[in-house]
T-cell receptor
Framework: AQTVTQSQPEMSVQEAETVTLSCTYD???????LFWYKQPPSRQMILVIR??????QNATENRFSVNFQKAAKSFSLKISDSQLGDAAMYFC???????????FGKGTSLLVTP | GAVVSQHPSWVICKSGTSVKIECRSL??????MFWYRQFPKQSLMLMAT?????????EQGVEKDKFLINHASLTLSTLTVTSAHPEDSSFYIC?????????????FGDGTRLSIL
């Protein structure tokens, strides 16, 4: 079974600064998908960014970008120009190419200070 | 974009009653739907995977007789917590996929907060 590890239970960043959330995973598959989800206090799950393992180029979505290191099985999320609205739980997730359910890490709680 | 509606958003009921939670895909046909459970300050744990027209696949440790899942149509899956007890209190979230073999992400409902007194 695939495992997803988020080693930072909590992170803090000042507004307008940059923060990186780490994620590592374990799999024997060569094709798969990786995701970062944001869960604000409302508990709605919001897709932040996704990466297909067969693509070498790191995904970016506005202020959010990833550093995907396939050989190291690492998938970190960088948030640039942090905003107060970025405060939330962030979950890293893995999914097999064949379409099974998401396997989530334990999450990182991000605090954004003014 | 794709929207998944989950209802109710919050339910409080007495111990011993059964509670039904609905998950609907509003603008697409969901061949597969997933049910997750989330305890406070913890991650989402997959409970079961439901495919339209077939029996749900439950994860190890999830009681299928306690958590009944029905996926009768391509737009609706229901989770019924039977004879609920306080330990069943949790946050339940559904998600839906259009095509299991595509690269489309799952679309999540807003969740149901279940409190058993």
């Amino acid at each position: 079974a695939q495992t997803v590890t988020q080693s930072q239970p909590e992170m803090s960043v000042q507004e307008a600064e940059t923060v990186t959330l780490s994620c590592t995973y374990d799999t024997s598959e060569s094709d798969y998908y990786l995701f970062w989800y944001k869960q604000p206090p409302s508990r709605q799950m919001i897709l932040v960014i996704r990466q297909e393992a067969y693509k070498q180029q790191n995904a970016t979505e506005n202020r959010f970008s990833v550093n995907f290191q396939k050989a190291a099985k690492s998938f970190s999320l960088k948030i640039s120009d942090s905003q107060l609205g970025d405060a939330a739980m962030y979950f890293c997730a893995y999914r097999n190419y064949s379409g099974y359910a998401l396997n989530f890490g334990k999450g990182t709680s991000l605090l954004v200070t003014p | 974009g794709a929207v998944v509606s989950q209802h109710p958003s919050w339910v409080i009921c007495k111990s011993g009653t059964s509670v039904k939670i609905e998950c609907r895909s509003l603008d697409f046909q969901a061949t597969t739907m997933f049910w997750y459970r989330q305890f406070p300050k913890q991650s989402l744990m997959l409970m079961a995977t439901s495919n339209e027209g077939s029996k749900a696949t439950y994860e190890q440790g999830v009681e299928k007789d306690k958590f009944l899942i029905n996926h009768a149509s391509l737009t609706l899956s229901t989770l019924t917590v039977t004879s609920a007890h306080p330990e069943d209190s949790s946050f339940y979230i559904c998600s839906a996929r259009y095509d299991s073999y595509s690269n489309q992400p799952q679309h999540f409902g807003d969740g149901t907060r279940l409190s058993i007194l």
